[in-house]
């Protein structure tokens, strides 16, 4: 399996990373791909990668939480990373409409301005679009113009909103949500093909039954799996055998 996205550098993981690693390559996990945020854990992010590289995948971005008045030296200071470092991704990057649109327009700008690099780099972008997915879609369109690809990650759409991602050449991270039985998103799971998901954690937060509540991690990716299996009545061999060849076409690894 491979955990698309985990923020493992989390200082959630300090006083036990080494053993949770281990736990997750236990669990079947081959790699993980590490989301970035800002410049408070850029460095922390590509210090975890380059300890173990077959292991772990650095993305780069500017995450739209963290988008404010200075989104322009965070910008560049992403551009520096992209340019110096082997990233596998422009992420996590997008809109964030749920916390604050006080910076609603800078988060555009931001978002609009990584939609580009990941064009001009030909670098998958991995997009988070709480309460703005229909904003995060038509950005996409029109700047991308057909030529971006990527992850919408945790998706957390509709079935009409899943295929308009999936036309736009994008594919749907589905993590720890499609455990929870209130949250819609196994009806969603059920109208999609295998062939538009991967699988992924965002550990350590939104954790999946039967651990909900607790700190999320890699390893918990098989809970993810399992219950995708049960959903589409295949085994749960089959979910990682086709999730992990999507994440490899669309990352290139």
Known sequence: MIDTHAHLYSADFDRDRSEMIDRAIAAGV??????????????????LARSNPDFFKPMMGLHPCSVGG??????????GYLESERCCAIGEIGLDYYHSIQW???QQRAFATQIEWGVEMDLPIVIHSRSSLDDCIAMV?????????????????????????????????????VTYKNAGMAKVVAEIP?????????????????????????????????????IKGISREEVDSITTENAKKIFKV
């Open 30 to 47: 081959d790699q993980v791909f590490l989301p970035a945020i800002d410049r408070a854990t850029h460095i922390t992010l590509l210090e």
């Open 70 to 79: 200075d989104f322009l030296d965070e910008l560049n200071i992403v551009r």
């Open 104 to 106: 609603k327009d800078e």
């Open 141 to 177: 369109k029109q700047i991308g113009k057909g030529r971006s690809r990527g992850v919408f990650h945790c998706f957390g759409g509709d079935v009409r909103q899943a295929k308009q991602a999936i036309e736009t050449g994008f594919y749907l991270g589905i993590g720890g949500v």
């Open 194 to 230: 295998l062939d538009y998901i991967v699988l992924e954690t965002d550990a350590p937060y939104l954790t999946p039954v039967p651990h909900r509540g607790k700190r999320n991690e890699s390893s918990y990716l098989f809970f993810v799996a399992e219950k995708i299996a049960e």
